[in-house]
């Protein structure tokens, strides 16, 4: 299946560049000059993976990042000129999986690419594998192997969630809108005692995942490849 990739930049030479060498390995390219024709064309296509940029016009590259939070279920890589730790902290709130730093090196993009794209595939059913574990969103069931790993109901539904986008950094607060809803009134720090608590139960499947704490900004679950 050809993959569809979203490229919106208001640089029509970053978009020539972008489409140049995504064409030459066998993907589709569909470009948006501002992040209102990006919403267009992702109401209107099929895509596989977004790359966004932060500064353009109309909207957006953070509110096109959390516009397709919202509404769809795929990677987004955001490029910018800003290599600042604040300004990856707001792409990554926003929701981004990714954040390059113009100019990028093209190896380097499709490298990321290739292993978000990767990613997402090991979560595009209700069966999520992570090597030797699998995690069933539908039966709440999670196995190492033959063997049943038993979760209380909101590690297990924090483990999925973490899951279900690995590389993708949630805050606490995230997290527990997520997880306990928006009404929860308990303390977020309940997040890090649950991590604690699936650390403890995964100490020996280091080789299949992990989940990093990302200081100042939450956790991300990784997937050992």
């Given at each position: 299946m050809?993959?569809n990739?979203?490229?919106?930049?208001?640089?029509?030479?970053?978009?020539?560049?972008?489409?140049?060498?995504?064409?030459?390995?066998?993907?589709?390219?569909?470009?948006?000059?501002?992040?209102?024709?990006?919403?267009?064309i992702?109401?209107?296509?099929q895509?596989?993976?977004?790359?966004?940029?932060?500064?353009?016009?109309?909207?957006?590259?953070?509110e096109?990042?959390?516009?397709?939070?919202?509404?769809?279920?795929?990677p987004?890589?955001?490029?910018?000129?800003?290599?600042?730790?604040?300004?990856?902290?707001?792409?990554?709130?926003a929701?981004?999986?990714?954040?390059?730093v113009?100019?990028?090196?093209?190896?380097?993009l499709?490298?990321?690419?290739?292993?978000?794209?990767?990613?997402y595939?090991?979560v595009?059913?209700?069966?999520?594998?992570?090597g030797?574990?699998?995690?069933?969103?539908r039966?709440?069931?999670?196995?190492?192997?033959?063997?049943?790993?038993?979760l209380?109901?909101?590690?297990?539904?924090?483990?999925a969630?973490?899951?279900?986008n690995?590389?993708?950094?949630?805050?606490?607060?995230?997290?527990?809108?997520?997880?306990?809803?928006?009404?929860?009134?308990g303390?977020?720090?309940?997040?890090?005692?649950?991590?604690?608590?699936?650390?403890e139960?995964?100490a020996?499947?280091?080789?299949?995942?992990a989940i990093?704490?990302i200081?100042?900004?939450?956790?991300?679950l990784?997937?050992?490849?």
């Amino acid at each position: 299946m050809r993959m569809n990739i979203l490229v919106a930049d208001d640089d029509p030479a970053i978009r020539a560049l972008l489409r140049l060498i995504l064409t030459k390995e066998g993907y589709a390219v569909l470009e948006a000059g501002d992040g209102r024709q990006a919403a267009a064309i992702l109401e209107q296509e099929q895509v596989h993976l977004a790359i966004v940029d932060v500064m353009m016009p109309a909207m957006d590259g953070l509110e096109l990042c959390q516009e397709i939070r919202a509404h769809y279920d795929l990677p987004v890589i955001m490029l910018t000129a800003k290599g600042e730790l604040d300004d990856k902290a707001s792409g990554f709130l926003a929701g981004t999986d990714d954040y390059m730093v113009k100019p990028f090196e093209p190896k380097e993009l499709l490298f990321r690419m290739q292993a978000l794209l990767r990613r997402y595939r090991l979560v595009s059913s209700d069966e999520i594998r992570l090597g030797r574990i699998t995690i069933d969103r539908r039966s709440y069931e999670v196995k190492r192997g033959s063997e049943t790993v038993a979760l209380p109901l909101r590690e297990f539904e924090l483990l999925a969630q973490l899951a279900s986008n690995p590389g993708r950094i949630y805050t606490r607060e995230q997290l527990i809108e997520l997880v306990w809803g928006a009404d929860y009134t308990g303390d977020s720090r309940t997040v890090d005692v649950h991590i604690k608590r699936l650390r403890e139960k995964f100490a020996d499947s280091g080789q299949d995942f992990a989940i990093t704490t990302i200081r100042g900004l939450g956790y991300k679950l990784e997937v050992k490849d």
